[in-house]
């Protein structure tokens, strides 16, 4: 008889499922910051690292081994082993020539064992815990995922900022203030040539616009001079104008590696049959059927900053001195310009007197004055993140060691001794085979890609909805705004809405909680089709809104969860909930593919209204299905 070992569920499932979600952030997140800081061009880092979603994606085709061959647990431990050691790989090779090949490799294996441990982690959740501790922890495992996300997004890479900026040269400090009362002016980019730099001192960077302050609103035209002849030209083109002198300034400097331009779209894009709008026909009669009949809006553009920066002495010989700025404090509607535009600059004794440039762009919609602070580190870049990932690594030495004691010992988790190759690929094709055999089966297929359609689609248009200006159909926030109202209360929303949803569902059962947990996910989104039509934009307004639908997605999505848990039951459990897992990705997918388009096409109104429209689905899934009503409540154990 197999030996049961029964742990609290606090002593591991928060930091089973912390472990859960930093190899994910490490992989699609902290390696496009890292590959960014360590000079990657942009064309590069989403050409590789786009890849590397990949093994979440396919996970479910080989879910089954880890159901047919050892236990959970010995798969969950053997994947943090893996990951700790594969993290060491990538701290240490990040200082070697070779390092972007060599750790895209290594990031590769820990995607792939990364999302095995996800197959594994749930499984062994299932396995180790009651029908009723499964329910009342989901949403504690939820939350702990996200605190991960959270961490690794920030902790970390704050971490590598630290030793950035305490192991080179003083930090460049640039703060841009924006004034609505400030009168427009060109930026001014000859100022940095007529200051007086400090030859004798220390080596510094240095500049004239250290406190810059700008207007928030561009003018409509600009009168410029080209080749001496005056003319004038939009705002907009004047723009992006300026971006490209930035960018073409910064590459013939040496400043920055200059990229090969992508190849021009083919010609055949523009024979598609179009309407006399230059839409597709389909488009526009969709269009002018169900779309909002709206004035033409005439959009005002973003205001911009260029601000230059020096060494203020000559390197030694084959010396580098590579300076990262990004954001460091204050609105984040003062953007640095980051995704057209490196700001990693290399100085050598060939370009240290030259002008390296900032460009940076001023949200239109900014009514107050607004200021933001960035800073600009010199320092040991490989070895911080060397440090960051030596931290990752040895976080996962101590979650393994510890969840070797702390993982209980389910009776349940007992493996197969069915281990010849010939078994294993019969088990291997039964386990697809009984996942549709299963009673209900296109029954919850039909509700794995339904119960979310609602969702799907406006959690693609919230962002675009808050920050689109009102004549446009939306809110008219600025960035910082909207990294409040989305970014922090939204989150606060979404993760009470779970805690409490995993404890309703605890002591009720998932049958009892279906409908109102249905009904929580589909009503919250009335409060977007209330923000597009109301008068009344306040701030206060706005985040009781996005709190009351990420507090209602959140507590709805308890009883989606835990119907995959439900579903999953029986033989090969881990396996069909990885599959599971799989239909929920493609429900979120496809519909959120085309949400931006129906948004265009119609509006934001009348996308709201559709994705009510849709609810209809989230409810009418429901309706079909047959769930114990036991599953998920406490019952009163009973003596054989």
């Known amino acids: 008889m197999s030996k049961t070992t029964k742990r609290n569920p606090w002593a591991w499932i928060p930091t089973l499922y912390f472990a859960q979600g930093l190899p994910y952030v490490a992989v699609m997140t902290i390696s496009v910051i890292m590959y960014k800081r360590l000079g990657i061009s942009n064309t590069d880092i989403a050409l590789y690292t786009g890849w590397l979603y990949l093994p979440w994606v396919i996970k479910p085709f080989w879910s089954p081994f880890v159901d047919i061959i050892r236990t959970k647990r010995w798969w969950t431990l053997t994947m943090q082993w893996i990951i700790a050691f594969a993290l060491a790989g990538i701290a240490f090779t990040i200082p070697t020539p070779f390092f972007f090949q060599l750790t895209l490799a290594i990031f590769w294996i820990v995607g792939f064992t ?35 996300t959270v961490a690794g997004q920030g902790l970390l890479v704050i971490i590598a900022g630290l030793i950035e900026t305490n192991s080179g040269l003083e930090p460049l400090r640039v703060s841009v203030d924006a ?10 980019m000859t100022a940095i040539y007529s200051a007086e ?8 960077f240095f500049t004239p616009a250290a406190q810059t302050r700008v207007a928030t609103v561009a003018p409509r035209e600009v009168s410029v001079s080209v080749n001496g002849r005056d003319s004038v030209m939009p705002f907009k083109a004047y723009a992006a104008m300026m971006r490209d002198s930035v960018k073409h300034c910064n ?43 709206r004035e033409p809006y005439n959009e005002r553009d973003n205001n911009i900053a260029i601000v230059g920066l020096r060494l203020n002495r000559r390197p030694a010989p084959g010396e580098e001195i590579v300076l990262n700025v990004t954001h460091k404090a204050g609105d984040q509607s003062i953007k640095l310009e980051q995704n057209a535009l490196s700001t990693r600059f ?38 911080a993140w060397l440090v960051v990932f030596a931290v990752l690594s040895a976080f996962f030495f101590i979650v393994a060691v510890y969840h070797s004691w702390a993982l209980p010992r389910p009776a349940s988790d007992s493996g197969n001794d069915r281990s010849s190759a010939g078994n294993i690929m019969r088990e291997f094709f039964d386990t697809f085979k009984t996942f549709f055999q299963k009673p209900q089966v296109w029954v919850a297929i039909a509700f794995m890609l339904l119960y979310r359609l609602p969702e799907a689609q406006l959690v693609k248009l919230i962002n675009p909805f808050l920050l689109d200006p009102i004549d446009k159909g939306g809110l008219g926030l600025t960035t910082g705004q909207v990294g409040i109202v989305y970014g922090t209360v939204g989150i606060i929303g979404l993760t009470i809405g779970g805690i409490i949803g995993g404890i309703a569902a605890a002591k009720g059962g998932l049958k009892k909680w ?7 996910m589909s009503l919250t989104c009335l409060t977007f089709v209330y923000l597009s039509y109301a008068s009344d934009h306040s701030l206060l307004v706005v985040n009781i809104c996005v709190f009351i ?25 881990t396996a069909h909930y990885a599959i599971c897992t799989g239909f929920m990705a493609l429900g979120m997918m496809l519909p959120g593919m085309a949400a931006g388009w129906l ?21 009418g899934v429901c309706a079909f299905l047959k769930i114990d009503p036991n599953f998920g409540r406490k019952t009163e154990s009973k003596k054989d």
């Open 251 to 293: 590459e013939r400097n040496g400043f920055v590696a200059a990229e090969v331009p992508a190849s021009a779209k083919s010609a055949s894009v523009d024979a598609t049959p179009a309407s006399k709008n230059g839409e597709g026909s389909f488009t526009a009669w969709v269009r002018e059927t169900f779309g909002e009949q």
């Open 197 to 204: 730099a400090d030859l004798q001192g220390e080596m510094q």
């Open 549 to 573: 639908e990420q507090f209602g997605y959140g507590f709805g999505f308890t009883a989606y969860m835990l119907y995959l848990i439900y579903f999953s039951e029986g033989r090969h459990k």
């Open 514 to 520: 279906l409908w109102p947990m249905a009904w929580s």
């Open 114 to 148: 990364s999302a095995t441990h996800d197959i594994a982690a749930d499984g062994f959740y299932m396995l180790a815990l009651s029908e009723h501790e499964q329910s009342l922890y989901v949403g504690v495992r939820s939350t702990f995922y996200r605190v991960a």
């Open 599 to 619: 948004q265009e096409t119609i509006g934001y109104r009348h996308f709201f209204i559709w994705t009510m429209i849709c609810c209809a689905a989230t409810i």
């Open 179 to 188: 004034d609505p009362a400030v009168e427009w002016s060109a930026p001014d």
């Open 346 to 383: 290399v100085f050598t004794e060939a370009n240290w007197d030259k002008t390296a440039w900032l460009y940076y762009e001023i949200d239109h919609k900014l009514t107050a004055p607004a200021s933001a602070s960035f800073e600009g580190a010199s320092g040991n870049i490989p070895m």
